[in-house]
């Protein structure tokens, strides 16, 4: 492919270094209506992803203990009580659980992801 665009005197467009070597050998050998075809399914494809990472996170993605405090297009706001993991702490086998600590589940793509933001205050469990 790349003698092509020698013959007709042009340089071929750089290869960006995150795609990978299938797509980077394989693409360039597609006719035209496969190039267009590809462009338009990944067209279609981000398109889709991003109204994705626009959905409110559902109250089902939460883990089940959740107390669910806001939930918007930028993530759910949740208090949880946890586990410490320490198998002679009293929380392990019964006991009162940690916290309650405060969350954002968001999404990242297809994936819903979490972020600590810190033990819960006062005016977070109210």
């Known amino acids: 492919m790349e003698a092509l665009f020698v013959a007709q005197g042009r340089t071929p467009p750089a290869v960006p270094p995150?795609?990978?070597n299938y797509l980077a050998?394989?693409?360039?050998k597609q006719d035209d209506e496969t190039l267009r075809e590809a462009s338009e399914y990944?067209?279609?494809l981000l398109a889709a992803r991003e109204q994705?990472?626009?959905k409110s996170v559902t109250e089902d993605e939460l883990p089940d203990t959740a107390q669910l405090l806001e939930n918007k297009s930028d993530g759910a706001v949740y208090l949880e009580y946890r586990t410490?993991?320490?198998e002679s702490c009293s929380c392990m086998s019964g006991g009162a659980k940690h916290g309650p600590y405060k969350y954002r589940a968001y999404?990242?793509?297809?994936t819903v992801r979490r972020e600590y933001l810190g033990k819960a205050t006062g005016s977070d469990t109210n």
């Open 18 to 20: 995150s795609l990978p």
């Open 25 to 28: 050998e394989g693409l360039p």
């Open 42 to 44: 990944i067209d279609e």
């Open 52 to 54: 994705r990472r626009h």
């Open 84 to 86: 410490c993991g320490d």
């Open 107 to 110: 999404r990242d793509g297809d």
